[in-house]
């Protein structure tokens, strides 16, 4: 492997430490380039930590429009399957993700139990669209 940075070679000490994501310091697991500094993260590790964050927000309570992005990314949704669930429509979950509008905290709530839950959750929503 070499550092994407400065093309030094290995060996990449291993590295720990906070580091910050959507407002939260997670500790993070990386290696450390000896030479520039620059941290290698794996995919992964990344993908540990992006969950991380989400379970903390939803914890937290969705309050932006880039939360509500984050996680409903997190949770593997396209705005349109969000929007359907909820019984909007797909520019109603854009202004909400642009900040144009207030999210709706039932909209909040059930995109974290979406996250949370997704199997219980998404039969639950589309229940109210069963005939
Ligand atoms: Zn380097």
Redesign the pocket.
Known sequence: MR?P??R?EDPFPPWEGMLPLMGFELLTRAQQ?T??G?LLIKASECRRTERLAAERIVARGIRSGREFTFVRKEAGLRANEVAEMFGVRKETVSRWERDEVPIPRTAAYALGALFEHPKLTRARLEAFVQP
């Open positions: 550092c940075t400065c030094k380039c030479s520039c620059e």
